[in-house]
């Protein structure tokens, strides 16, 4: 398998059969070997219903439940533990991340890349949280040598090596690239990438949220960065 896709999903009823039926076109003019993990997150409404439904190929399309919430990190933490691919991309179900993009990603990895970041054209997000995310990728890049300009997003794809087996901790997955910097990615690449507005349902993550404790957190991550945490073991 060259290539795993890796999308978590929490009450996405409304977004999911475009989504499904974008990547089914994606895929059908691709000739590599593909497949897409669709990871529950303990959804509450007809999420799993309406999927299931849209999924004929299930060689290509699965469909993983957490029975409680666990978050982005944990239905990532699942998603790469199935993941068969030599390459792993993860993005979002909410279609904001645009699945035709996906091609960038792929030649990047078949290129060597370690790790390639898509960088957002034309953000659709508030002014409040682009400028959160402005400060984060000052300190990162700062801080973090991955030559990237960002290190922040919701389009990254992996060598597959490098995300399995991570010691999550809760909200981990907002810092992969730089996970993958201590577990040996030496190639970082950056693409851009198109970004649109939510058009149905809602984020589940709150501003306030983000500013009360993304700070807190991102120090908590930078410790168990430096003390070597996130190293792979020989074995892996």
């Known amino acids: 398998m060259h290539f795993s896709i890796v999308i978590p999903f929490h009450n996405e009823s409304a977004n999911l ?6 990547l ?10 593909i497949e897409v993990l669709f990871i529950n997150d303990a959804s509450e409404d007809d999420s799993v219903k309406i999927l299931q439904q849209c999924i004929s190929n299930k060689k290509t399309f699965k469909l993983f439940s957490l029975q409680v919430r666990g978050g982005q990190t944990g239905a990532f933490k699942l998603g790469f533990a199935e993941a068969l691919g030599a390459n792993i991309i993860r993005m979002d179900a909410d279609l904001q991340d645009h699945p035709e993009d996906l091609a960038f990603f792929f030649e ?3 290129a060597g890349y370690d790790v390639v970041l898509g960088y957002r054209v034309s953000r659709s997000h508030n002014i409040f949280l682009k400028l959160l995310t402005t400060i ?3 300190i990162t890049t700062i801080i973090f040598d991955t030559g990237l300009k ?4 919701s389009f990254v794809g992996f060598s597959s090596h490098l995300v ?8 981990d997955h907002r810092y992969l690239p730089l996970i993958c910097l201590q577990r040996g990615a030496k190639t970082f690449c950056g693409i851009a990438v ?3 507005a939510r058009n149905h349902g809602r984020s589940k993550y709150s501003n306030i949220n983000k500013c009360l404790f993304g700070f807190i957190e991102f120090v908590m991550f930078y410790l168990r960065f430096k003390r070597g945490y996130y190293r792979l073991i020989n074995n892996e």
């Open 17 to 22: 059969p475009e989504l499904h039926r974008r």
């Open 24 to 33: 089914k076109n994606f895929i059908d003019e691709r000739n590599e070997e």
């Open 108 to 110: 990047k990895l078949e």
């Open 136 to 138: 984060y990728d000052s």
């Open 150 to 153: 960002s290190n922040s997003g």
């Open 164 to 171: 399995k087996n991570i010691p999550f901790h809760n909200n």
């Open 194 to 196: 198109n970004h649109s």
